[in-house]
């Protein structure tokens, strides 16, 4: 059974930054595709970013390339860079680790940008 555990959300002023993490237990990790999604209050969850085991990565066009994400699977972590936050960056961000089919997901961390 996979479990993964997000850290870093917290409370930013616009403009600020944060790094988000995410680490997964088991031994799929580097072979596994990861994701980071949001759902802001009264919205769906949305793709932000996703890294693939190769290391290839694709983004949500409306963040005008203003977020990374990386992974370090010697720590079976992914991270997500946040910079110039807005406040329609509030959500709660999601990271999942896909694999065989298979999905998992973390329950997620809080994000609030607001001066």
């Known amino acids: 059974q996979v479990q993964l555990v997000e850290s870093g959300g917290g409370l930013v002023q616009p403009g600020g930054s944060l790094r988000l993490s995410c680490a997964a237990s088991?031994?799929?990790?580097?072979?596994?595709?990861m994701g980071w999604y949001r759902q802001a209050p009264g919205k769906q969850r949305e793709l932000v970013a996703t890294?693939?085991?190769?290391?290839?990565?694709n983004y949500a066009d409306s963040l005008e390339g203003r977020f990374t994400i990386s992974r370090d699977n010697a720590k079976n972590t992914v991270y997500l860079q946040m910079n110039s936050l807005k406040p329609e960056d509030t959500a709660v961000y999601y990271c999942?680790?896909?694999?065989?089919?298979?999905?998992?997901w973390g329950k997620g961390t809080l994000v609030t940008v607001s001066s």
């Open positions: 088991g031994s799929i990790f580097s072979r596994s595709a």
């Open positions: 999942k680790l896909g694999f065989n089919g298979m999905n998992y």
């Open positions: 890294i693939f085991s190769g290391g290839s990565t």
